[in-house]
């Protein structure tokens, strides 16, 4: 054991950066991940190159392979309130950004050999939703599966989320299935050996519009009926449950106090060793280059490292899905769209519940390492697949968060990234069977709440597909529906 640090700010020594090699998180972006390292107040300033030399010394990686990690805005930690004055136009809309993320990862951090020449199935994305359906397909003794990942585990929108976890949703489907993932979460640590930090503070949602006020009301009914405990409470209450909330124009409020927030980078890698520890293969940096079909029928997944030859195909590709699906020929009516969020230097704990304003989409809840994590939607924002960050986005999140708890401007901002929506024209998901490729089932479009449903919906996945039972989710929510016109819209939408 070294106690030699690499990073003073998160306390992460040598061996730290040893146990995540040695557990296979070998590049840089999955270290940083794995050990905090560089998500402290110095930014990754003072230990990125130490880092990089001892992955280099250890042999962990090809010297070509060893690249830093993506810089995040701010340059230098700022405060929310200087963020809030900074000087920008907001009649135009958010285009570009910094960093332009890569779209491409460094090949020399693609594996030596073959991916395996055949597999009953193979699943295309290794987020949450392709990770939790392998773990749960292997739980029900399907165990030939390969997830195929582009780049590292947590590249996409499930290493980029705000981690809330909440039951109250507007449509009955989606009320039920958080419900489930909530308890499955709460048993993850015992069933997957790892702590992925539930901590149910609750959801506040904040209504200022009167029709806002209403959907609020209307939901809370509905979910009573479905066991959920949300009840509405006044805006003097939700400042006794929040102090320091100025409450500014809101009408009312909803608190659940059984939803929360978790840790995602911590679910991913749970999976993905529950998937390994079964025999599954997680090949990471490899990316689906095209496919072969016959007589309605996907024969073969063919990627950079070689092709694989399947019975059955899962399209887990988050935002990037439209785009694998029309290598096959398929259109999706998924759109991407950037969402950018923030982590702020870490406090003492003083906000249990995630607090969000439904009216503009503003959210913001305390992790359990003190950050204060936050986003907020953007109506001018365009579709497409952009990582980037903006001035515009730190600028608007800030101005509305000190507007509701003003105490919060003298708190430094470290960090800002983003990620993509996977948003379908309903806000619900694409699940089952593709309407001419019948083995090429759909897991897709969870706009900004699939790391929530992923437990829940993997599991009923993994049942379906085993057992070949009906399960109406399968039909309410498969790609037909939006040439029949069959849409039940999600309103409950924020971030
Ligand atoms: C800023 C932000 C905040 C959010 N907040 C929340 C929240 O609080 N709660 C919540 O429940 N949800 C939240 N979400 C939504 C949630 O993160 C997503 O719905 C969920 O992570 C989607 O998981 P996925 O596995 O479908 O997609 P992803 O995690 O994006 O995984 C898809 C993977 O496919 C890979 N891929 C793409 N193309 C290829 C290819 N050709 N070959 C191989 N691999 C490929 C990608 O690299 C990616 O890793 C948020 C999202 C964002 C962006």
Known sequence: MSKALVCSCEDVTVSDVKHAVSRGFCDVESVKRYTGFGTGICQGKNCLSAVAALLEREKALKPEAVVPFTPRPPLYPTELRVLASAPVDESQP??????????????????????????KVVIIGGGIMGLSLAYNLALRGETDVVVLERGYLCAGASGRNGGGVRMQWGTPALIELAKRSIDLMKDFARDLGVNVWLRQGGYIFLA???DVAERLERNAVLHNKYGVPTRIITPDAARDIVPGLTMKDCLTAAYNPEDGVIFPWAFLWGYAQGCQKRGIKVETYTQVTGFETS?????????????IACDTVVLASGAWSPEVARLVG???PNEPHRHEILSTEPLKPFLAPLVSVLDTGLY??????????????????????????????VKRFAEALIEQMPQVGSVKVLRQWAGCYDVTPDNNPVLGRTPGLDNLLQMSGFVGHGFMMAPAVAERMAQWMTTHESDELFTRFNLRRFAEGKLEREDMIIG
């Open 94 to 119: 958010p285009v570009g950004g910094v960093p332009q993320e890569l779209e491409h990862f460094a090949s020399a951090l693609r594996p030596e050999g073959s991916v395996p020449a055949k597999a």
């Open 208 to 210: 200022k519009r009167k």
């Open 295 to 307: 007589n309605g029928q996907v024969r073969k997944v063919k990627t950079d490292r070689g092709d």
């Open 330 to 332: 398929v259109q999706l």
């Open 364 to 393: 913001f809840s305390q992790s359990m390492r003190g950050e204060i994590v936050g986003g907020m939607g953007d109506p001018l924002e365009p579709a497409g697949l952009n990582m980037g960050s903006t001035l515009r986005f």
